[in-house]
């Protein structure tokens, strides 16, 4: 089992800035992949970023807006949110993939006011 905790979601004027955090715990395997997803009302639930081995890919809507990173020794994944956009409203969730399954964290609300 793994155990993920979103934080710094909020209120914020367009134009501001919001870090969102993922902390991850319980579990014996390592986690390969970390991600966030968010979804507004009436939308279905989308990509934001992800990182893997490496990798990096973010959505073509929020690319060089925000930034995806992870702390290991803290088991935590970020997501800087530069430049919001009223458009960004949405419940943010967190993901983590190890080798044999896939969880999700419990969502975190982000309003961006115009």
Same mark, same amino acid.
Do not use: H
């Given at each position: 089992?793994?155990?993920?905790? !979103?934080? @710094?979601? @909020?209120?914020?004027?367009? @134009?501001?800035?919001?870090?969102?955090? /993922?902390?991850? *715990?319980? *579990?014996?395997?390592?986690? +390969? &992949? %970390? @991600?966030?997803?968010?979804?507004?009302?009436?939308?279905?639930? !989308?990509?934001?970023?992800? %990182?893997?081995?490496?990798?990096?890919?973010?959505?073509?809507?929020?690319? =060089?807006?925000?930034?995806?990173?992870?702390?290991?020794?803290? +088991?935590? %994944?970020?997501?800087? %949110? +530069? *430049?919001?956009?009223? =458009?960004?409203?949405?419940?943010?969730? /967190?993901?983590? &993939? $190890?080798?044999?399954? $896939?969880?999700?964290?419990?969502? $975190?609300?982000? $309003?961006?006011?115009?």
């Amino acid at each position: 089992q793994v155990q993920l905790v !979103e934080s @710094g979601g @909020g209120l914020v004027q367009a @134009g501001g800035s919001l870090r969102l955090s /993922c902390a991850a *715990s319980g *579990s014996r395997f390592s986690i +390969n &992949a %970390m @991600g966030w997803y968010r979804q507004a009302p009436g939308k279905q639930r !989308e990509l934001v970023a992800t %990182m893997s081995s490496g990798s990096i890919n973010y959505s073509d809507s929020v690319k =060089e807006r925000f930034t995806i990173s992870r702390d290991n020794a803290k +088991n935590t %994944m970020y997501l800087q %949110m +530069n *430049s919001l956009k009223p =458009e960004d409203t949405a419940v943010y969730y /967190c993901n983590a &993939a $190890t080798k044999w399954r $896939t969880y999700w964290g419990q969502g $975190t609300q982000v $309003t961006v006011s115009s």
